[in-house]
């Protein structure tokens, strides 16, 4: 982590201190792309949020 997403993202939605990997926090992740725009390797992916289905018997 070299910290340029935690900087730029708006709500603070990532956490990690350098040298290391970060977190986001999706719950507050407001999906602007700031960390992206700014990742100078790439490193951030998204993935799918998976739907959980539920079924009453």
């Known amino acids: 982590g070299c910290h ?19 977190l986001i926090h999706h719950d507050a992740c407001i999906s602007c792309g700031a960390c992206f725009d700014v990742c100078p390797t790439a490193a951030i992916r998204t993935f799918p949020k998976v739907e959980l289905k539920t079924e009453v018997v």
Do not use: M, R, S
């Not at 340029?4 to 970060?22: M, W």
């Open 4 to 22: 340029a997403c935690f900087k730029a993202c708006p709500v603070d939605a990532i956490t990690g201190t350098i040298k290391e990997l970060h």
